[in-house]
C-alpha cells in the first residue's frame, strides 16, 4: 500500500507563473513532512520541510502548505523558472524513526 | 565539504552476475540509508544504518542482497545474483539526524 502518494506524474507550467505540486498521505503518525527535487541523472536534493506542528513553512519562492484534517500536503513554487524543471518527491516521516516514505514523484515542467 | 560519493555511477551486467556498489557518506554523518528507485517511482528504503548497526532491513532481500557498514563509515551494497528485475538506481544517503537525508547520485545498474 501506497503510504504517500502523488496523483499527478506530470505537471506544466508557463515561466513566472504558480506551480503547485501535491502530496496525500495515509497515516497519521506522520509528523514530519519534506520535499525533494531531482533532476536527471542526479541523486535528489533537499528542498523544504514543514513539521506536523505547523500548517505552513516558506522558504524564498517556496512555501510547503500542510492540512493534516486532510492528510495532504502541497508545494507552491511562485514564480516559477525554467529551473525549476525537475521531479520532485513528497516525503514523510514518523516520529523518530529515520525512515523516509516517498511519493512517486510528479515531473515539472516550466516553460519559458 | 563533499557530499555523499557513490561508486559505481553506472553498470552493467548479465544476469547471475554478482554487482556491489560503494558508498562513502558525508564526513559525521552517523545514519546511513540504501534506496532502490525504480524507473518512475519514488525511492524505496532497504536498509538503514546506525553507525556499523543496521537498524531497518526489513525491506532488504536478504536472499540475494547483503550490504555491511565496516567501521561506521563507508558501506557496500553487494546482490548476488542479479536478477533481470534488479534493474534500477541504487541510492545511497546520509543524514546527521532524522529528517534531512543527503543523497548521493545514484548506481544506475542494468542486468541484461
Aim: proline fraction near 5%; charge should be negative; aromatic fraction near 12%.
Amino acid at each position: 500500500d501506497q503510504q504517500v502518494k502523488q496523483n499527478s506524474p506530470s505537471l506544466s507550467v508557463q515561466e513566472g507563473r504558480i506551480s503547485i505540486l501535491n502530496c496525500d498521505y495515509t497515516n497519521s503518525m506522520f509528523d514530519y513532512f519534506l520535499w525533494y527535487k531531482k533532476y536527471p541523472a542526479e541523486g535528489p536534493t533537499f528542498l523544504i520541510s514543514i513539521s506536523s506542528i505547523k500548517d505552513k513553512n516558506e522558504d524564498g519562492r517556496f512555501t510547503v502548505f500542510l492540512n493534516k484534517s486532510a492528510k495532504h500536503l502541497s508545494l507552491h513554487i511562485v514564480p516559477s523558472q525554467p529551473g525549476d524543471s525537475a521531479v520532485y518527491f513528497c516525503a514523510a516521516s514518523e516520529g523518530n524513526t529515520g525512515k523516509l516514505i516517498f511519493g512517486q514523484g510528479t515531473t515539472l515542467q516550466v516553460k519559458p | 565539504e563533499a557530499g555523499v560519493v557513490q561508486s559505481p555511477r553506472y553498470k552493467i551486467i548479465e544476469k547471475k552476475q554478482p554487482v556491489a556498489f560503494w558508498c562513502n557518506p558525508i564526513s559525521g554523518h552517523n545514519t546511513l540509508y540504501w534506496y532502490l528507485q525504480n524507473l518512475g517511482q519514488g525511492p524505496e528504503l532497504l536498509i538503514r544504518y546506525e553507525n556499523e548497526e543496521a537498524v531497518d532491513d526489513s525491506q532488504l532481500p536478504k536472499d540475494r542482497f547483503s550490504a555491511e557498514r565496516l567501521k561506521g563509515v563507508d558501506s557496500t551494497l553487494k546482490i548476488q545474483p542479479a536478477e533481470l528485475g534488479d534493474s534500477a538506481v541504487y541510492l545511497c544517503a546520509s543524514s546527521l539526524f532524522h529528517g534531512e537525508l543527503f543523497f548521493g547520485e545514484g548506481s544506475r545498474l542494468t542486468v541484461l
